[in-house]
């Protein structure tokens, strides 16, 4: 075969395949990639995302705390972190383990005493809130007294709540998935979902992690890399 009939023979098969593509568009966009659908969260999922915003306030707290202990009055954070804490943890997130979780384990035998720790800690905790948003009024951090028992208060409320999500998160929240099906899991979900709109309003957990980071800026503990170890 002659170089100027190879060359031609190379260019009708690729005019072949060519006209192919522009004939089944529709096949072509069918085996394009697709971007994958946003998954769903679920229940326990929901509570546990919810309880990295308790984790981010406690940084807030340890580092309102050190600041305390060293003589400064970051009032404004503390109280602006305290009122994350009972709107969204206390008068949302807890509420929906108190309605939901609490009973339905109670009820199977499950974790008995478990939820019983974790219901009293609910209370102890609300306590505490309210300590810490009496405290931390301006006028109430003139002295080293009354920073270093702010402080002691903001320390109580992170060393019990470190392990009572941890528990959660290890112990209950497996417990409490095992006693539903799948259907069954998938619409408490939606339950949840409605619970928030209505408890938080639009904002819900998105707004709560907004704010976090707006006190995590306000203390500058917002960058992630200042914790690696050096």
């Known amino acids: 075969m002659s170089s100027s009939e190879s060359r031609r023979n190379f260019l009708v098969a690729a005019a072949s395949a060519g006209t192919a593509v522009l004939l089944h568009p529709a096949q072509a966009l069918a085996d394009a990639p697709k971007a994958a659908a946003p998954a769903d969260v679920n229940a326990t999922e929901d509570l546990m995302r919810e309880h990295g915003v308790l984790r981010r306030v406690l940084l807030v707290y340890s580092e309102a705390e050190r600041r305390l202990l060293a003589g400064e009055s970051p009032a404004q954070s503390i109280a602006a972190a305290a009122h994350i804490v009972e709107r969204f943890i206390e008068g949302y997130h807890e509420k929906l383990e108190e309605l939901f979780v609490f009973p339905k384990l109670t009820q199977a035998g499950k974790q008995v005493e478990l939820v019983q720790v974790l219901t009293a800690q609910h209370h102890a905790g609300r306590k505490v809130t309210a300590e810490i948003l009496a405290m931390s009024q301006p006028a109430s951090l003139a002295s080293a007294a009354q920073r270093q028992a702010l402080a002691a208060r903001l320390q109580l409320f992170s060393r019990m709540y470190q392990p009572h999500a941890a528990r959660e998160d290890t112990d209950l929240f497996p417990a409490f998935h095992d006693l539903f099906t ?49």
Not at 204 to 221: C, D, P, T
């Open 182 to 230: 799948e259907k069954e899991f998938d619409a408490l979900g939606d339950q949840f979902e409605e619970q928030e709109h209505k408890l938080l309003g639009s904002g819900g957990f998105e707004g709560a992690v907004k704010e976090v980071a707006q006190l995590e800026s306000a203390l500058g503990i917002h960058d992630l890399a200042q914790f690696t170890p050096r």
